[in-house]
């Protein structure tokens, strides 16, 4: 099973971006898939998730500002970022919960929101 996130990179304080998150492999449709992210020398935490009948979940630092939602190709979420803000710079993981495969992590991608 593979967990590949793109999309991610440099934008300016205000800016928007979009990253996606595909899962590949022997797995039957995700229970649940999410976004987090990690500052350096922070811990990891939670963005926003999506589970399987489409709810969602955000952290206070992203509601009103970023959506999670579902592709069109099955195991595939996007986050969309908009009024991205300095702290909102980190490396962003998706996490993905299937069925008897259990969970996976994908390597990350960087998010660096210039002042």
């Known amino acids: 099973v593979q967990v590949a996130e793109s999309g991610g990179g440099l934008v300016q304080a205000g800016g928007s971006l979009r990253l996606s998150c595909a899962a590949s492999?022997?797995?039957?449709?995700?229970?649940?898939m999410a976004w987090y992210r990690q500052a350096p020398g922070k811990q990891r935490e939670l963005v926003a998730l999506?589970?399987?009948?489409?709810?969602?979940t955000y952290a206070e630092s992203a509601k009103g500002r970023f959506t999670i939602s579902r592709g069109n190709a099955e195991n595939m979420v996007y986050l969309q970022m908009n009024s991205l803000k300095p702290e909102d710079t980190a490396v962003y993981y998706c996490?993905?919960?299937?069925?008897?495969?259990?969970?996976?992590w994908g390597q990350g991608t960087q998010v660096t929101v210039s002042s």
């Open positions: 996490n993905a919960y299937f069925p008897i495969s259990g969970e996976y």
């Open positions: 999506i589970m399987s009948g489409g709810s969602t």
């Open positions: 492999g022997y797995i039957l449709g995700f229970n649940r």
